[in-house]
Nanobody, 120 residues
Framework: QLQASGGGSVQAGDSLRLSCAASRRTLSSYSMGWFRQVPGKEREFLAA????????SYADLVKGRSTISRDNAKNMVYLSMNSLKAEDTAVYYC???????????????WGQGTLVTVSS
């Protein structure tokens, strides 16, 4: 099971760190990804990280203002975002898979999302 947390209501320009915790699964066995979804739109890729952090990739829409990281000892993965904008409002999901890829179908396990609301 994966559980994303750390969402909430923030102001434009603020920063936020989302967390993804796992139970009954060792995250160091997986590449991890972060996605987000707005109602009525497809779930979109944000960032991904390989099992030990040697490979990280970012979508253009968050590149330069987001950092994906992981702490395998704590079985946690994080997504830090700064300079938040109103258009970042979405439900954010973490996922575990075989490759640190932008393709949703490569992820086998998905967590419950956490809502981020950015007010302008």
């Amino acid at each position: 099971q994966l559980q994303a947390s750390g969402g909430g209501s923030v102001q434009a320009g603020d920063s936020l760190r989302l967390s993804c915790a796992a139970s009954r699964r060792t995250l160091s066995s997986y590449s991890m990804g972060w996605f987000r979804q707005v109602p009525g739109k497809e779930r979109e890729f944000l960032a991904a990280i390989s099992p030990f952090g040697s490979v990280r990739s970012y979508a253009d829409l968050v590149k330069g203002r987001s950092t994906i990281s992981r702490d395998n000892a704590k079985n946690m993965v994080y997504l830090s975002m700064n300079s938040l904008k109103a258009e970042d409002t979405a439900v954010y999901y973490c996922a575990a898979g075989r490759q640190p890829t932008e393709w949703r179908d490569e992820y086998d396990y998905w967590g419950q999302g956490t809502l981020v609301t950015v007010s302008s």
